[in-house]
């Protein structure tokens, strides 16, 4: 028998270019020698590693995809979508990170901002020394961002804006906030993005804390009491939740992809754990019941990786519809969910250490399964997209 | 101006290498940059910069395949990569390696030669002292700290009793060790622009060698059978009411059993 990869039985790799995989293998080996070192004592205090903010703007990971004329590695899609897979490899708090800053931020700034909105904001975002943060979800308006409540009042020279909005990764650490709110009195089709920056009068911030899933990224509230905003500050090229869901789409992507690292990872240790562990003087992964569960995870993993690279495809040459990348988000976060637990049980005892890894993965992945579009609204997705019948209005 | 660094794939230090007939079958094993070789890359680029006016060049003993991860050395600032790829190298051992890489590095007559202290690999560490001796170089393994002034160098290496230092003339061959520097990260950009740098393949008749000398089938070194290392029994727990007891129990299990004291 030929040797095999474990971690890659239907030689994906060989899809890829070599550029991409040379991208990918950059970051992994950064994320392994840089970032694993720090990741145990940061998800133990809630915090986040800000230290490598600088290093991740170094290596070109922020904002990868867009050109290089504002200081971006103008990568293709598939690269991005593995940059992504190698981040949450380490963690899905850092693959949030960058995220946010490239899909939910950058990319609003790059397709709907102004020239000058570009030229100031997407250098300094690139590099890492400003962070974004992006505002759409609301306390009461979660799965319903149609229904939010913060509002943008005209007045001279700009808007007053008053809201509220919840859930926001990088909340606290941003720069600048990318916040989507209603117009006057107009309802979602008067929806528009705001730039508002750390410092302006009336906008606070406060933190999430005593997380248990998603521990090392900083999740926070956002408000807005009379907040003015210069007309400059509001993205030109948008209107309606077609701005904002656009840009979820950028993210959903890259959490398709992130899945297969955090599931990757997980699956590893497993493979690792279950050949040292040594029970009635052979390895567990000897046994028949680990062999099932090791033999799932590898046969989901590759899956995972097949309908990730498929996507990635279809972005690049601009057919990936937000049907498909809905579907992709949604089973590959609910396939990495799995692979996690079932790698925290492999473990046995030692699966709930901390210094185990998998448990911290399988924890981060609870939020995934429902951030960015629950994993039950993306069902109603591709329910509708293949019945016709809208499952919610 | 030019530095060349020596560079050489290894297999992944994550993979779990399986072995085919007692010997590593790495067909399905991911290779990666020697990483001791990431510091003489890192040692030549900052050199360079001092320098100035300075090509580096890289030079790797590999395959069609290698070409991959040499443009990893080039996306982190290396100009340009030499390739040597022979079918007839399989099994080459240190010495044979040694005679192609002085070859190809001669005649583009560098300042010096870096290369890592040893392949993560084999452990060897041989050709970059094997090459040093047939160019007729000085050379000093395993350097900490390395200074260029003109022709002459002077170098510092950790030895067991202290710091050595050691002054000598170039072309000299250098081999790195971990505390030279801190290896860069090749960046996405760098990454981007390394498909743009000249890579040249040659082959052993390019470089005017003789594959019956410098091909493995020749070799005087040949690894004929590898084995996992045995596996490491379950540690024992000695038992005792108090600390004594147990500092009793071990010295007479140290004495009687292990009889180490």
Known sequence: MAAINPSDLYLVDELFSEEERSVRDAVLKWVRARFLPLIEEHYEAGTFPLEVVPELGELGVFGATLPEEYGCAAVSATAYGLINQALEYGDSGLRSFVSVQSGLVMYPIFRYGSEEQRRRWLPLLASGERVGCFGLTEPNHGSNPGGMETRARPVDGGYLLNGAKAWITNGCLADVAVVWAKVGDGDGKSIRGFLVEKGMTGFATAEYRKKLSLRASVTSELFFKDVFVPTENVLPGVEGLRGPLSCLNQARYGIAWGAVGAAQFCYEAALRYGRERTQFDRPIAGFQLQQLKLSEMATALTRMQLIAWRLGQLKGEDRATPVMISLAKRDNVFQARRIARTAREIHGAMGIMLESQVMRHANNLESVYTYEGTHDVHHLILGEAITGLPAYS | ?261
């Open chain 2, 1 to 261: 101006m030019r530095i060349v660094v020596i560079v050489k794939e290894v297999a992944d230090t994550e993979a779990v290498i399986s072995l085919k007939d007692g010997l590593p079958d790495l067909s399905a094993t991911a290779m990666v940059n020697n990483p001791y070789d990431e510091y003489a890359v890192e040692e030549a680029l900052q050199q360079a910069d001092k320098l100035g006016d300075c090509t580096v060049t890289a030079v790797m003993v590999g395959r069609e395949k290698s070409k991959e991860n040499l443009r990893k050395i080039l996306a982190m600032g290396v100009g340009e990569a030499v390739l040597i790829d022979d079918e007839a190298l399989a099994g080459a051992d240190p010495l044979q390696i040694a005679q192609v890489l002085k070859a190809a590095i001669e005649p583009l007559e560098p300042a010096f030669v870096l290369a890592g202290r040893q392949g993560v690999d084999y452990d060897w560490g041989l050709a970059p002292l094997a090459l040093a001796e047939l160019l007729g170089w000085g050379h000093v393994g395993l350097i900490a700290k390395l200074e260029i002034t003109g022709s002459a160098f002077k170098a510092e290496t950790e030895g067991d009793d202290g710091l050595l230092t050691f002054e000598g003339s170039l072309p000299a061959v250098f081999t790195a060790d971990k505390s030279l520097n801190e290896p860069r990260y090749p960046s996405l950009k760098g990454i981007m622009q390394a498909k743009k740098k000249p890579l040249e393949t040659k082959t052993l008749a390019d470089l005017g060698l003789d594959a019956a000398a410098v091909g493995g089938a020749a070799a005087g070194l040949k690894l004929i059978n590898c084995n996992y290392p045995p596996r490491k029994e379950a540690g024992r727990v000695i038992a005792g009411e108090t600390a004594a007891e147990k500092a009793a129990a071990l010295v007479k299990a140290l004495r009687e059993e292990a009889k180490v004291i």
